[in-house]
């Protein structure tokens, strides 16, 4: 891990987070963006996106 970049060391499965939106009443919305880990040189952010909406 970079002290300068803690962000960078953070990481969740797919699994556990769909498990954890799920069973706070959420569903995807849009596909995980796997940004700059996915070996792209056009992405949006260094983080990956997850995009959830309330289930009605």
Known sequence: ???AEPNAAVGYSD???DNK???RG???A????LES???SI???S???IVVEKKAE
């Open 46 to 48: 260094y983080q990956d």
């Open 1 to 3: 891990m970079n002290p």
């Open 26 to 28: 959420f569903t995807l």
């Open 21 to 23: 939106f799920t069973k």
């Open 30 to 33: 849009e596909l995980i963006h």
């Open 42 to 44: 056009d992405f949006t």
């Open 15 to 17: 699994t556990l987070l």
């Open 37 to 39: 880990r996915c070996g």
